[in-house]
T-cell receptor
Framework: EDKVVQSPLSLVVHEGDTVTLNCSYE??????LLWYKQEKKAPTFLFML????IEKKSGRLSSILDKKELFSILNITATQTGDSAVYLC??????????????FGTGTLLAVQP | NAGVTQTPKFRILKIGQSMTLQCAQD?????MYWYRQDPGMGLKLIYY???????DKGEVPNGYNVSRSTTEDFPLRLELAAPSQTSVYFC??????????????FGPGTRLTVL
C-alpha cells in the first residue's frame, strides 16, 4: 500500500532556529514529490521535486529529494513566527489509465515562538 | 470504473472568452478538487468541494467559479479568459478532505491556452 510518512508530527522552535522536516515514502510508480505550507484551509505550494540530489531553494526554504533512499527533507533557516504552519508532503504517482494519484502525509505542525 | 474523467483534453481560447471545464468521477467520492499546474511547478489548488452544494476557495481562486450540483460532477468555469490562465488543469477526488493523510485521484488534465 502506498504511504507517505512525515516526521516529526509537531515541532516547537524559537525564532532564528533552523529546522529540518522529514518525509519518507513507499509509492509505486513515483512521479514527483511536493511540499506545501498550510496556514488556513488551503495549502500553498512550496516545491516540486522530481530528480534526486538537486536542491530547490526559495528564500530561507530549501528542499532535496533522495529517490534511492525514498525520502525528502525541507529545511527552513532563520525561522520566523510567520513560518508557523502545517507543512505537508505529498507524492504524485501513476494510478492506472489516465488517472494519477496524490498521496499526502499527515503533516508536520511547526510552531515558531518569538 | 472510469475513475476521474475530464473534458476537453485541449482548448485554445481568445482573451475574454468563457468556457467550462468538465470533471466527473464515478467512485462516489464526496470530496473533489480543481488544481492548475504551470510549467515546472506543482499543483495549486483553485477550488474544492466537500459534497454536493458545498464549495470553498483554494490557493488561487481568482478568475474561476465552480458549482457542485451532484456528487459526480464538479465543473470549473472561466468567465473572462486571460493569458495568465494558460495552464494545465487537473480535477481530483477523494474519500475525505485530503489535505493530509489521504489519497487523491486525478483526471488526465485539460491543457488550456489563452491567446
Amino acid at each position: 500500500e502506498d504511504k507517505v510518512v512525515q516526521s516529526p508530527l509537531s515541532l516547537v522552535v524559537h525564532e532564528g532556529d533552523t529546522v529540518t522536516l522529514n518525509c519518507s515514502y513507499e509509492v509505486t510508480n513515483f512521479r514527483s514529490l511536493l511540499w506545501y505550507k498550510q496556514e488556513k484551509k488551503a495549502p500553498t505550494f512550496l516545491f516540486m521535486l522530481t530528480s534526486s540530489g538537486i536542491e530547490k531553494k526559495s528564500g530561507r526554504l530549501s528542499s532535496i529529494l533522495d529517490k534511492k533512499e525514498l525520502f525528502s527533507i525541507l529545511n527552513i533557516t532563520a525561522t520566523q513566527t510567520g513560518d508557523s504552519a502545517v507543512y505537508l508532503c505529498a507524492v504524485e504517482a501513476s494510478y492506472g489509465g489516465a488517472t494519477n494519484k496524490l498521496i499526502f502525509g499527515t503533516g508536520t505542525l511547526l510552531a515558531v515562538q518569538p | 470504473n472510469a475513475g476521474v474523467t475530464q473534458t476537453p483534453k485541449f482548448r485554445i481560447l481568445k482573451i475574454g472568452q468563457s468556457m467550462t471545464l468538465q470533471c466527473a468521477q464515478d467512485m462516489n467520492h464526496n470530496y473533489m478538487y480543481w488544481y492548475r499546474q504551470d510549467p515546472g511547478m506543482g499543483l495549486k489548488l483553485i477550488y474544492y468541494s466537500v459534497g454536493a452544494g458545498i464549495t470553498d476557495k483554494g490557493e488561487v481562486p481568482n478568475g474561476y467559479n465552480v458549482s457542485r450540483s451532484t456528487t459526480e460532477d464538479f465543473p470549473l468555469r472561466l468567465e473572462l479568459a486571460a493569458p495568465s490562465q494558460t495552464s494545465v488543469y487537473f480535477c481530483a477526488s477523494s474519500t475525505r478532505l485530503a489535505l493530509g493523510s489521504d489519497t487523491q485521484y486525478f483526471g488526465p488534465g485539460t491543457r488550456l491556452t489563452v491567446l
